[in-house]
C-alpha cells in the first residue's frame, strides 16, 4: 500500500527538543522531493519545510529557519524533522507530504503540542 | 512570497445547489495551482492540479478553471460529504509553496 505514516510528536517543553519521523512505503522514495507541512489546531495549513530527492535543495519556512533541520534517509525509506529550540506557537499537527509539485500523497500526521 | 487570498472564508450551501471558491494569488502561478479538500480529523486529499485536472478518484462534480492569478473552484450538486475546508496551493517552485487560508464550505 502506497502510504506515509509519522511518527515522534509529543508534549514537550519550550525551547526542547523534538525529533519526528515519516515512513514511506508502495512507492519509489528516493524518486520523489517530501515535505513538512503542519496545521496549528483550528488553523490552515502552513508549509515548513521541504527537501529535494537527493538533498540538493532544501528549504525552510522563515518562522522555523535555524531551528528545524529536515533530512532524509533513501535507504530506509525515511524523511526527518529535527526541532530545536521550540516554541509554544509550533503546537501543531504535523503532516509529511510527497512532492509531485503538488502534494498527491500525505501521511496522517503526527501532533507536536509544545507547554509547559 | 506568493499569497493566495481565498474567498469567502465560509460559504454556506444547501445540498443538492452549486458552491463557487475563488483563489486569488499575487503574482502569476500560471496554471501551479492545487485544490485540497480537508475534513475533520483528517489529511488534506488532493482535488484539483494544474488548476483544471482532477486528481484520481475525484468526481466530476468537482471542476476547477482558471489561470494566471485568478481560481475558481465549483462543485456542482453539493453532496453531504463535500462538506469541509477548501484550500488552494500554489506550486511554482519552493521555497515557499503556499496555502490560501481555506473557505469552510457549510450546509445551508
Known amino acids: 500500500e502506497v502510504q506515509l505514516v509519522e511518527s515522534g510528536g509529543g508534549l514537550v517543553q519550550p525551547g526542547r527538543s523534538l525529533r519526528l519521523s515519516c515512513a514511506a512505503s508502495?512507492?519509489?522514495?528516493?524518486?520523489?522531493?517530501m515535505h513538512w507541512v503542519r496545521q496549528a489546531p483550528g488553523k490552515g495549513l502552513e508549509w515548513v519545510s521541504g527537501i529535494s530527492l537527493n538533498n540538493g535543495k532544501i528549504g525552510y519556512a522563515d518562522s522555523v529557519k535555524g531551528r528545524f533541520t529536515i533530512s532524509r534517509d533513501n535507504a530506509k525509506n525515511s524523511l526527518y524533522l529535527q526541532m530545536n529550540s521550540l516554541r509554544p506557537e509550533d503546537t501543531a499537527l504535523y503532516y509529511c507530504?510527497?512532492?509531485?509539485?503538488?502534494?498527491?500523497?500525505w501521511g496522517r500526521g503526527t501532533l507536536v503540542t509544545v507547554s509547559s | 512570497e506568493i499569497v493566495l487570498t481565498q474567498s469567502p472564508a465560509t460559504l454556506s450551501v444547501s445540498p443538492g445547489e452549486r458552491a463557487t471558491l475563488s483563489c486569488r494569488a499575487s503574482?502569476?502561478?500560471?496554471?501551479?495551482l492545487a485544490w485540497y479538500q480537508q475534513k475533520l480529523g483528517q489529511a488534506p486529499r488532493l482535488l484539483i492540479y494544474g488548476a483544471s485536472t482532477r486528481a484520481t478518484g475525484i468526481p466530476a462534480r468537482f471542476y476547477g478553471s482558471g489561470s494566471g492569478t485568478e481560481f475558481i473552484l465549483t462543485i456542482s450538486s453539493l453532496q453531504s460529504e463535500d462538506y469541509a475546508v477548501y484550500y488552494c496551493?500554489?506550486?511554482?517552485?519552493?521555497?515557499?509553496?503556499?496555502f490560501g487560508q481555506g473557505t469552510k464550505l457549510e450546509i445551508k
Open positions: 507530504a510527497r512532492d509531485t509539485g503538488f502534494y498527491d500523497l
Open positions: 496551493q500554489q506550486y511554482v517552485d519552493w521555497p515557499p509553496y503556499t
Open positions: 508502495g512507492f519509489s522514495f528516493d524518486y520523489y522531493a
Open positions: 503574482q502569476s502561478v500560471s496554471s501551479n
